[in-house]
């Protein structure tokens, strides 16, 4: 799934973890980018564990204060968080790309002119993989969209916009976890790339997301061939991590991607053991309250 070389990489791709034990699937993906020949430099908040070799841990503080408030309400996920972090770090650091820790790499990442970007569907533009120059148009402005939790953001029109504003006016303004999914993220990206001309740069899917969100269970599935989708011009797979991980939890036996499937072929090829670093449970999941779950809560904690 390598395809041809390409020349060797002079960014290095930087991620974000806010705290507890990696699990096999972000181990597979961060060490990807080191076998592409990346340095890989994952940020965190509250310190990691079963981080691969190879791999340099820093602090995320370096970068902006944690922004415990600004979570995505229906889900718990710290993807608003997530979202204003990368902007702000692509606005200080050179030469880098950010990448979710769910994005495996293909092949080296070369940005053009410092754009790295590409769609993930007819509709938006995806964050998951993501390099804007220092001085765009686009990052300053997902910058000062994201600094305020309670703005209401110039893309969002008709019902939910009058909602927003209504609540504004009453007194009990929405924050930013409060607003539809990927507010912050693809929906602002989408939207300030066409309006300062930037989109010009960005990819199409086969890039970066050649399995699309609504296919991802094939990436699970014994003996998929993914030739059809996944090409020559793939540089990464992304694998919808929050989703994807309930589906190993809840449906692959034991946890562990069955070795005949995309994410078990990859495994083995990194030489990555999922038993050592098996996803954390949640309550329901099927093996939760045993001596595994507990452990898996209490690290998760």
């Not at 927003?164 to 007194?171: D, I, P, R, V, Y």
Request: net charge neutral; with cysteine; aromatic share 8%.
């Amino acid at each position: 799934m390598n395809g041809d070389p390409m020349p060797a990489p002079d960014h290095q791709i930087a991620a974000l973890w806010i705290g507890g034990p990696l699990s096999f699937l972000e181990q597979l993906c961060l060490v990807s980018y080191v076998a592409a020949g990346h340095h890989v430099k994952l940020y965190t908040y509250d310190g990691v564990t079963n981080v691969p070799p190879g791999i340099e841990v820093a602090d995320a503080g370096e970068i902006m204060p944690i922004q415990k408030d600004v979570v995505h309400e229906t889900s718990g996920s710290p993807a608003p968080q997530s979202d204003s972090f990368r902007y702000n770090m692509l606005a200080k650091l050179d030469r880098t790309i950010w990448a979710d820790t769910d994005a495996y790499c293909l092949r080296p990442h070369v940005p053009r002119e410092g754009h790295f970007h590409a769609w993930g569907d007819r509709k938006d533009i995806y964050s998951g993989v993501l390099a804007l120059p220092r001085d765009s148009e686009t990052l300053g402005r997902l910058i000062e969209l994201t600094a305020d939790p309670y703005r209401i953001p110039p893309f969002l029109q008709g019902d939910k916009r009058a909602e927003l504003e209504e609540a504004a006016a009453g007194g009990t303004p929405m924050h930013a976890g409060q607003m539809p999914w990927g507010v912050w993220g693809p929906m602002a990206l989408t939207h300030y790339l066409k309006e300062t001309g930037e989109v010009r740069f960005s990819m199409p899917p086969v890039t970066l997301y050649p399995v699309a969100y609504k296919d991802r269970r094939l990436l699970l599935r014994p003996g998929w061939d993914a030739s059809a989708q996944i090409t020559a011009e793939s540089l990464s797979i992304h694998f919808y991590g929050r989703r994807m991980r309930r589906r190993i939890v809840t449906h692959e036996p034991g946890g562990i991607p069955r070795p005949k499937s995309v994410l078990g072929k990859l495994l083995k090829q990194h030489g990555i053991d999922p038993r050592l670093a098996p996803i954390p449970l949640r309550p329901g999941d099927p093996g939760y309250g045993s001596d595994q779950g507990s452990a898996h809560e209490a690290a998760a904690g």
